[in-house]
């Protein structure tokens, strides 16, 4: 069963408007972990514009009963120098650049990435963490993916949600899609399907929601984690952030 990553940005986003401490990152996290969430993700930014370096350090001890998964591009801020404290579950490798809105693509794994990423690669296994890199779903990529030694892959699912949502709100005439929604996800699953032949795991996540959830999964296979923040956070707005998890793990549960 694919399980879910709850991940705390937002709570953090919101909580740093003031200066009050609320809402907690610490008492959403366990509220998350109370509900069924199988891990908590953050990324931490060099800026701290939401998750602060020691937000993952007070993290710590609440997780230490799930998964915990910790995103970040390597080569900028903090993130290799909390590794050896923190040793989280996972380090998810994003190529962010600093001062991005959000992670907006996956790695081109080109001669000079592949370069920079081998010696940290290296390191996160001496520390025993799982390594998942952050990826487009372009077959080459995760070729390469395991070539330098990652455990998993996450795939990059932003295009698949905008194509999802562009499509549903499209209806043709007579009330179905223009398209067919599963051309969505052919890349995803082709991406999905030699990443378990050459032996990676499979996560995925960015703008995964309620409404796309089911299909991503029930079309792109095997699907070990998502990881999901910003829509999650917003549906716990309308019904509370436990129920919102619930409703996450609800659909995970019933795909077969």
Not at 28 to 39: E, R, T, V
Not at 62 to 77: D, K, Q, R
Not at 231 to 251: F, N, P, Q, S, T
Request: overall charge negative; some cysteine; hydrophobic content about 40%.
């Amino acid at each position: 069963m694919t399980k879910l990553s709850v991940n705390l940005n937002k709570i953090a986003l919101v909580r740093n408007a003031r200066t009050l401490g609320i809402p907690s990152v610490i008492k959403a996290a366990k509220i998350c972990i109370n509900a069924g969430a199988y891990g908590i993700t953050v990324h931490p930014r060099p800026d701290e514009r939401h998750i602060r370096y020691s937000d993952v350090y007070e993290l710590k001890p609440v997780v230490s009963g799930v998964e915990f998964n910790i995103e970040g591009n390597p080569l900028e801020g903090r993130y290799m120098e909390i590794m050896p404290d923190i040793r989280p579950t996972q380090a998810t490798l994003v190529p962010d650049v600093i001062g991005a809105v959000t992670s907006d693509h996956g790695w081109d794994l080109n001669k000079e990435n592949i370069e920079n990423l081998d010696p940290i690669i290296k390191k996160l296994k001496e520390l025993g963490i799982r390594i998942s890199i952050f990826v487009d779903p372009v077959i080459e990529t995760v070729e390469k993916a395991k070539e330098i030694g990652a455990d998993r892959i996450e795939l990059y699912t932003e295009p698949y949600a905008r194509a999802f949502a562009e499509i549903a709100s499209s209806p043709a005439k007579g009330g179905t899609p223009r398209n067919d929604i599963s051309t969505a996800v052919a890349r995803y699953a082709a991406a999905a399907e030699k990443a378990a032949q050459i032996g990676l795991g499979v996560n995925a996540g960015h703008d995964l929601n309620l409404d796309n959830l089911r299909f991503f999964c029930e079309n792109v296979k095997p699907i070990m984690e998502v990881s999901i923040g910003h829509a999650l956070i917003a549906d716990a707005l309308d019904m509370g952030l436990a129920e919102a998890v619930r409703e996450y793990c609800k659909i995970l549960e019933s795909i077969k």
